[in-house]
Nanobody, 124 residues
Framework: QVQLVESGGGLVQAGDSLRLSCTAS????????MGWFRQAPGKEREFVAA????????IYEDSVKGRFIISRDNAKNTVYLQMNSLKSEDTAVYYC?????????????????WGQGTQVTVSS
């Protein structure tokens, strides 16, 4: 079992930056693919970014490429999502998720472990 806790959300203006953190605890001795998803009101949860299972590759959803950066600090068991040039359409609850080997990185159904989510609101 892996427990995930996100932090760093808040209310910002369009064009601002924000960094989300996700700290893992529990069975962190195993390899996991770590991902970020988001869910806006009335919409389905969507993929944002992820590290591959080996941690050597990163994957981004098209609308955040060039603006968002996923990074990690293995010593702290923490994954970050640096969000730059934020837009109003980035407003959502952001979730951190973890999964083992196999399956698509952008498929939320493949991730068995989820954090509680952190709200990001971007005012225009």
């Amino acid at each position: 079992q892996v427990q995930l806790v996100e932090s760093g959300g808040g209310l910002v203006q369009a064009g601002d930056s924000l960094r989300l953190s996700c700290t893992a605890s529990g069975r962190t001795d195993s390899n996991y693919a770590m991902g970020w998803f988001r869910q806006a009101p009335g919409k389905e949860r969507e993929f944002v970014a992820a590290f591959s299972w080996t941690g050597s590759n990163t994957i981004y959803e098209d609308s955040v490429k060039g603006r968002f950066i996923i990074s990690r600090d293995n010593a702290k068991n923490t994954v970050y999502l640096q969000m730059n040039s934020l837009k109003s359409e980035d407003t959502a609850v952001y979730y951190c998720a973890a999964k083992g080997w196999g399956g698509s990185y952008d498929d939320s159904a493949r991730y068995p472990y989820w954090g509680q989510g952190t709200q990001v609101t971007v005012s225009s």
